[in-house]
């Protein structure tokens, strides 16, 4: 699988980085198993969070095995400096690693918690005491939120590495700065902060929970994803495309072996294909009166 | 691409801002030739034309381009309902011309009467982009559709409802009448033909069948919902943009 430089990180991300909360639905074997895996495809970049069930757990063993072939991102949801101190401990001790490469801010959605984070007393002091110590190399954020508020936060954080945020096809055709992800991306990729993209398989919210209770959903993401492997193909290469340093693949475990399939068979996707793409999602979601031309 | 110049809530199409984004749009008066429900309207605006004259001879079309685009626009965009053939404006008066999906619907026999209108509302100077399509390759399956709105078509009306002209051809026809080439790009490949679009199609030709004999009807809406519903959706063929230039 072919890799992108990560910012100015000196570490080279492969194409596609392992959002490892597909563990959290595997027990013990099958988590060695889907390591064993991604890492045979050639993905050496892997992202884990306290909160995906006991997904740092599970990796624990193999991730121990192979820790000098797993650039190995982790984050927080803890804004402020002793809850982000303690979550980082209980990471390393329960991920029974030394060090994290990348610790991550988890999941901004507020320009209040951008506030706090910043501030004094806040977790971004935890998290360069932290690197100080050793005990994390970089500093990074992910977030669904506004765009608006990512550039904000790629403005006040210099010694930010890496950003993780959204793009798909849906996101780039629509107008809007609530939309505006490439925007984020832009900044980023001029400020030489790596950039993670996520919900590139996203194709929808689920039917309302009284058409499809949420246990009879044939998938655990909280979105419906993609399935097929034309379609996990086809969005893979646009998130790619865009420029985005490397693509999470969907939480759910069964769809991993596709996005492994499909970044290690990239070879980029001309402009007129994207445009393809956007085109053929914005008429789907969103039919105007008469459609009979692009 | 945000909207800036753009005062509603349109996602304006890629294949738009991308046909727009070399043109000199900004502070230029346009007309925009075929103005379907307003989407390249709305790319004139929000690229910040100074005014946009936004032609359709269809009346449906023109009351959803003036609701969804210009109604919020007002001082900077009008809906004509006009011909195409005959246009309500000066000679020499608009400095871009856009026709976005607009030939596949004019029949071989209008492309001369529409080029030379548009040559004469064309200021020295002016800009023109076409973007269009390609003819499809002869195994696609959304051929048997147009072949039957087309065939509906020509019983009803005796023109076909779609052509779909080559790049070369609308840029010799142009060249005819004192345009000179500036570029060309491909938009979309493949172009996507969603259960949507078949369906609108499907839509045209049932309206045209329904005013030939009853049984023709019925077979003719019964093909055409054997082909939508076979087909399901289509990625094929080629969307091109083609630009020209008056000199001057």
Not at chain 1, 96 to 120: A, P, R, S
Request: proline share 6%; hydrophobic share 40%.
């Amino acid at each position: 699988m072919n890799t992108r430089p990560l910012g100015e990180t000196g570490h080279d991300s492969s194409l596609m980085t392992f959002g490892a909360i597909a563990l959290n639905w595997l027990e013990q074997e099958g988590a060695d198993q889907m390591v064993e895996l991604v890492l045979d495809r050639g993905v050496n970049h892997f992202d884990v969070a306290p909160s995906y069930g006991d997904a740092e757990v599970k990796l624990g063993p193999k991730l121990r095995q192979h820790r000098e072939d797993i650039f190995l991102g982790c984050k927080t949801q803890e804004r402020e400096y002793e809850g982000a101190k303690r979550k980082l401990e209980q990471s390393l001790n329960r991920l029974g690693v030394e060090k994290i490469d990348l610790y991550q801010i988890h999941g901004l959605e507020y320009e209040h918690e951008l506030e706090t984070i910043t501030g004094d007393g806040g977790a971004l002091e935890a998290f360069r005491d932290a690197k100080a110590e050793g005990l994390i190399d970089h500093i990074g954020l992910t977030s669904h939120g506004d765009p608006q508020l990512i550039l904000d936060a790629l403005d006040r954080i210099d010694d930010l590495a890496t950003v993780m945020f959204p793009l798909n096809p849906v996101v780039v055709g629509k107008d809007g700065d609530e939309y505006d992800y490439k925007a984020v991306l832009e900044r980023a990729t001029q400020l030489g902060v790596g950039t993670l993209g996520i919900k590139a398989f996203a194709k929808g919210s689920w039917p309302p929970t009284d058409e499809l209770p949420e246990r009879d959903r044939p998938y655990s993401n909280w979105y419906e994803p993609v399935d097929t492997p034309a379609e996990i193909e086809e969005r893979f290469d646009f998130a790619a495309s865009q420029g985005m340093t490397s693509v999470i693949n969907p939480g759910d475990p069964k769809l991993v072996a596709m996005v492994l399939d499909a970044a290690k068979r990239y070879d980029g996707m001309t402009e007129a294909a994207q445009r393809s793409l956007i085109e053929r999602l914005r008429h789907e979601q969103s039919p105007v009166p008469e459609q009979l031309h692009h | 691409m945000n909207g800036s110049g753009l005062e509603c809530d349109i996602d304006v199409p890629e294949t738009v801002t991308t046909a727009l984004a070399d043109r000199p749009v900004a502070g230029s008066v346009c007309l925009e030739a075929g103005a379907g429900v307003g989407n390249t309207t709305a790319g004139l605006l929000e690229a910040g034309a100074a005014r946009v004259y936004a032609v359709t001879n269809d009346s449906e079309h023109a009351k959803l381009a003036h609701e969804r685009v210009v109604r919020d626009n007002g001082n900077r965009a009008v809906v004509l309902e006009a011909d195409l053939r005959c246009l309500p404006l000066a000679t020499d008066s608009v400095a871009l011309i856009t026709a976005h999906g607009l030939f596949n619907v004019l029949p071989p026999a209008s492309l001369e009467t529409v080029a030379t209108e548009l040559t004469r509302v064309a200021t020295p100077g002016c800009h023109l982009v076409i973007d269009d399509y390609e003819p499809l390759p002869p195994n696609a399956a959304v051929r048997d559709l147009f072949a039957l709105e087309n065939a509906a078509a020509e019983l009803v009306t005796g023109r076909p409802a779609l052509t779909f002209y080559p790049a070369a051809v609308l840029r010799r026809l142009f060249v005819g009448h004192g345009w000179e080439f500036d570029r060309e790009q491909t938009l979309l490949d493949p172009v996507p033909w969603t259960e949507n679009h078949l369906e609108s199609h499907a839509a045209v030709t049932r309206a045209m069948a329904s005013n030939v004999s009853t049984a023709l009807e019925a077979s003719i809406t019964e093909a055409a919902d054997n082909l939508v519903r076979t087909i399901g959706s289509e990625s094929v063929g080629e969307m091109y943009s083609l630009a020209l230039r008056l000199p001057g």
